[in-house]
């Protein structure tokens, strides 16, 4: 059995550069990190987000500052960067809240759990929050 | 629960169940919450100027469903980083400084959200 049984690796202490490289990275995978970290990146840019709410919504005055800071910046931040960050954030919104589906979809159907539709459905929601970034980010800066 | 006797809980903190089923029903809250506003941004007459858009979210039936998206919203934040901090963050005073931090930030955002609901 010890013999023809393969050792398998042990991470005991994953190192960050060395070990996580290593890992093989499925559809399924990068749905899951990808969810995390877009789940995060919207916690921390919580604050900035409400400061859109309150600028769009407030006054015909604050309308003007919140749609003037996406052409010409916002305090040292340049408008393309705004743009830049708000189409980071139209990405999170999107992939976390397919992701997000996919989880109830498996949640209610338990048929969903296989290796199948994890692949599938996690292509999907990564395909579809990347499309729809696309379009709107090419009307956020003006192609159309 | 029993918490005495030979079948008394001896494991697990038991809030699992409720950070699960909360976190999903959050998440139905703020994907029918992006449904309606979609609906409205694009089946509203005239140009997407300061009219249009305050004038959505000024309507009662939308205060109601803004203000308990913005409590949704806190409440699944705060289940989804503890278990960020949980996961990645081993020394317990750290985790607790971060999970204090993830606290404050998300009721400053209630706070501030809420108050600029309130005066439209």
Known sequence: MTDTAKKRPEFRNINAF?????????????????????????????????????????????????????????????????????LGLIWGYLHHMFAGIRHLIMDIDHHAVNNQFGKTSGLTAIGLAIVLTLLLGARLFGLY | MTDYGNKRTIVGAHYGMRDWLSQRVTAILMVLFTIALIAQVLLKHGPLGYDLWAGIFAAQWMKFLTFVVILALAYHAWVGMRNIWMDYIKPVGLRLVLEVFTIVWLLGCVGWGTQVLWRL
Do not use: C, N, Q
């Not at chain 1, 290593?22 to 559809?27: D, S």
């Not at chain 1, 749905?31 to 769009?56: E, K, Q």
């Open chain 1, 18 to 86: 060395k070990d996580l490289t290593t890992y093989r990275m499925t559809a399924a995978a990068w749905t899951s990190i990808l969810h995390r970290a877009s789940g995060a990146v919207m916690f921390l840019l919580l604050p900035l987000v409400i400061w859109f709410f309150d600028t769009s919504v407030s006054s015909e005055v604050s309308f003007e500052r919140f749609t003037s800071a996406f052409s010409s910046g916002l305090g040292i931040v340049p408008g393309w960067l705004l743009k830049l960050v708000s």
